[in-house]
């Protein structure tokens, strides 16, 4: 009798049943970026070791918007796009590893299943949520990339309205943003099934695109808005003075990472 196959849960006969297809990843997608700073203890209360504040602008932090087509090396999926389309909100912050800056993101939320199970493998935290974001369009009342175009973004989870924002774009841009622009410094965890028995995967890793594409860069002016909400914690990243703001639409490859560190974190 043949083995069970498929990449990642559910394991099949076939492998039909798979949540996820094995790596390379295929992304198109458009990002809505507003970066801000905090209170840079802030950040290094979600940085557990050996991650340490960057040096440089300690409390930066980036909260991205992403509306997604993705899919495997065959591209099956954009042929049957419940399985390609999705959108997520994430929140990143710049860490400090052995002497050079990463990316880190902190918290995480997506609509789709799929995203979720990617997201476990690669080091997302990620969560259920409710992402919406304006598409632009060519044609009729949807705003065009261009100047003077205005584009709302929202995210809610648990029933709760975590975040909203609106961007009016001004002008092209030579960067997307700089707090997401390094390698990032994710962890990989998996609780011990026995009791008291801690950690069975502590992995830090780093991890990025393989490949990016990217179109123009639109920066503007926006207006971000963080809530409360009794089950997350987003808000705690309170914002004290805006950076920036982006508009981009990108091309990126996602094909595995590389081990840092293993059972080092200390996390429980």
């Not at 709302?152 to 909203?164: I, P, S, V, W």
């Not at 703001?245 to 094909?255: I, K, L, N, T």
């Amino acid at each position: 009798m043949s083995g069970l196959r498929g990449y990642f849960h559910p394991k099949t006969a076939t492998g039909a049943s798979s949540l996820i297809p094995a790596p390379p990843w295929h992304y198109s997608g458009d990002l809505l970026t507003v970066e801000y700073r905090t209170d840079p203890a802030r950040v290094r209360e979600l940085l557990p070791g050996p991650l340490e504040l960057a040096e440089e602008d300690p409390g930066a932090v980036a909260l991205i918007w992403a509306d997604w087509q993705s899919c495997s090396a065959t591209g099956e999926e954009l042929l049957d796009p419940v399985r390609a389309q999705y959108k997520e909100v994430f929140a990143v912050v710049r860490c400090a590893y052995r002497g050079q800056t990463y990316s880190r993101c902190v918290y995480i939320w997506v609509d789709k299943d799929f995203a979720i199970a990617r997201g476990l493998h690669q080091g997302y935290p990620k969560k259920l949520g409710s992402v919406h974001l304006t598409r632009p369009h060519p044609y009729g009342p949807a705003p065009r990339i261009a100047p003077g175009a205005r584009f709302g973004a929202t995210l809610a989870a648990a029933d709760r309205r975590l975040a909203q924002a609106v961007l009016t774009l001004r002008e092209p841009s030579e960067t997307g943003g700089f707090v997401n622009g390094h390698p990032m410094a994710h962890h990989r965890w998996l609780p011990s099934i026995e009791k008291g028995g801690g950690l069975a995967l502590d992995e830090l890793i780093a991890t990025g695109a393989a490949a990016v594409e990217a179109g123009q860069a639109w920066t503007g002016d926006a207006e971000l808005e963080l809530f409360e909400a009794p089950t997350e914690e987003l808000a705690r990243l309170e914002i004290h003075e805006p950076i920036a703001a982006y508009y981009r639409q990108v091309g990126v490859v996602w094909d595995g990472g590389r081990l840092l560190e293993s059972g080092t974190s200390g996390a429980s």
